[in-house]
């Protein structure tokens, strides 16, 4: 049904040739994805600030790796060094040391521009706050994301269309932002992370400001997207319920992993 949101080959850059053009109707199995490689890989990554002429040690040797079609939570005490990672794993940032490789592409050894680039093609941003644009419409949100990913314009109505419908949401498309409950809002946020068919989607507590059946609904949005969509989320809570759904729990005490 949803077939056109399996991702196609945009990037410009350097990839695994393995990983590219899914053949409709195939499993990744059959056309060779292999499940067994890691989609990012973080080896003995440290962040550490300048504050006030001193180094404050932030991240201090992470190792971390992600899989295709995973749901991966990091949890974690407010100041534990959730966010800083996340920014690293999705090359808004670079490492102190260590390295972050995103499908081969070396986000440790790369500029902006490149880890730009690659960013707008292949991965997906949702925040805690939302981050819509007010006056826009949640189709007009939507679409403004495919704009930024240099998607051709003959494709944005029905990409628009069709994530919008995804999350729930075909009903509410000309609505704005103020006129969205919270948990639509997150949900149109959602449609838009995922508009450009990235295989990795970053949510930075997206569930933080939503009440519980709300927070379920994005969870349950979530949990299709990773069965249906090719892509792996990686977000952080602080929620003990919805750790239950992930297949994996990293833990993270003062910025380092705890079993
Ligand atoms: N740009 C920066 N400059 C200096 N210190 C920073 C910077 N970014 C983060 N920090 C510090 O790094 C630590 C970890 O911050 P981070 O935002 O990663 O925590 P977090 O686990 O996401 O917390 P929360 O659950 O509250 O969101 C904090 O002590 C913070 O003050
Ligand atoms: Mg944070």
Not at 37 to 62: H, M, N, Q, W, Y
Request: hydrophobic share 40%.
């Amino acid at each position: 049904m949803l077939s056109w949101l399996r991702r196609e080959t945009t990037a410009d850059l350097p990839r695994d040739p393995k990983e590219d053009e899914p053949v409709a109707g195939q499993s990744d199995a059959i056309r060779g994805v292999s499940q067994n490689k890691p989609l990012l890989t973080v080896r003995g990554v440290e962040r550490a600030f300048d504050v006030g002429g001193s180094k404050l040690r932030v991240l201090k040797g992470i190792d971390l790796e992600l899989y295709p079609n995973q749901l991966i939570m990091l949890r974690g005490r407010s100041g534990s060094g959730k966010t800083t990672l996340m920014n690293l794993m999705g090359g808004l940032d670079t490492p102190t040391a260590g390295e972050i490789v995103f499908q081969d592409r070396p986000f440790h050894k790369w500029g902006d521009d490149k880890r730009t680039e690659v960013r707008r093609k292949d991965i997906g941003f949702i925040f805690q706050a939302y981050a819509l644009m007010p006056l826009l419409s949640a189709y007009e949100n939507v679409e403004l994301s495919l704009r930024m990913a240099k998607v051709p314009r003959g494709e944005w109505k029905s990409r628009v269309t069709s994530c919008l419908e995804l999350v729930g949401l075909g009903k509410r498309m000309h609505h704005r932002p103020f006129e969205l409950s919270g948990g639509e809002q997150q949900r149109v946020a959602i449609a838009k992370a995922i508009a450009h068919r990235p295989s990795l989607l970053l949510a930075d507590e997206p569930t933080a400001e939503l009440d519980s059946q709300m927070a379920a609904q994005v969870m349950q949005v979530f949990k299709e997207i990773v069965a249906t969509q090719n892509v792996t989320i990686c977000m952080t809570t602080h929620d003990p319920t919805i750790l239950e759904v992930a297949d994996h729990v990293y833990e993270m005490v003062d910025g380092v992993f705890v079993s």
